[in-house]
């Protein structure tokens, strides 16, 4: 049948029809299924593990999820392969390990507990050591009688009581057996009454703290005639 027209014409109008009915037509919406279960197959679903650039761009600046990716992935021998010897050798060290390691820090809490006591001791007897020419000067008062009585004899019963809480001992007897570990001789003189080496008077007072002495008492020496 012969066609009124061209053909072309003809064509472009039926295809205009069509693109203004399918415009005319309602859409229909779309539908996203964002169940975490399949309906289906019953299974749960993983959305994360989609990939989403955004989100791996995101993950891999992130060092603490990087980390945790590593450890999640090292395979970690089951106990009871341990148990069962296939890996007896590797886990004697570790213990060996453990052991030294064990002793090591508590050697070194030892250490550090030395080094704190010894440290606090030092300090006291600096201390005391600056306190020394103070005592002296007190002694000196008391023989010359100036802290028989008053304010400044209380004060200084109060210093020497205060000194001893620390650990500070007087070295002033006499008639005892002369040590040169405590005594400093600054004369002798022949003793009639003396078999041995004896502190017959204190010149100055010594001092020790425990053990250690601060101070060498100066005396004057008894000798055997």
Excluded: C, W
Aim: no cysteine; aromatic share 2%.
């Amino acid at each position: 049948m012969p066609h009124h027209g061209n053909e072309e014409e003809h064509g472009s109008s039926e295809d205009r029809r069509d693109a203004e009915q399918r415009a005319n037509e309602p859409q229909k919406p779309i539908i996203h299924d964002n169940r975490k279960v399949d309906p289906e197959t019953g299974k749960a679903r993983h959305p994360d593990q989609e990939s989403h650039p955004d989100q791996e761009s995101a993950d891999s600046g992130d060092a603490l999820s990087q980390v945790e990716d590593i450890l999640n992935s090292a395979e970690v021998p089951a106990a009871e392969s341990v148990a069962q010897g296939a890996d007896q050798a590797e886990a004697e060290e570790l213990k060996n390990d453990l052991r030294r390691l064990q002793a090591e820090y508590v050697n070194y809490r030892k250490r550090v507990e030395r080094d704190r006591a010894v440290a606090g001791e030092m300090a006291v007897i600096g201390v005391l050591n600056s306190l020394l020419p103070v005592l002296d000067d007190v002694d000196a008062a008391r023989q010359h009688g100036d802290l028989s009585d008053g304010p400044f004899a209380a004060i200084a019963a109060k210093l020497e009581n205060a000194v001893k809480t620390y650990g500070l001992v007087r070295i002033d007897e006499t008639g005892v057996e002369f040590d040169p570990t405590i005594h400093e001789a600054l004369i002798q003189q022949p003793g009639a009454d003396v078999e041995i080496d004896t502190v017959s008077q204190v010149l100055r007072s010594g001092y020790k703290s425990g053990d250690r002495v601060l101070r060498a008492a100066q005396v004057i020496v008894a000798v055997p005639a």
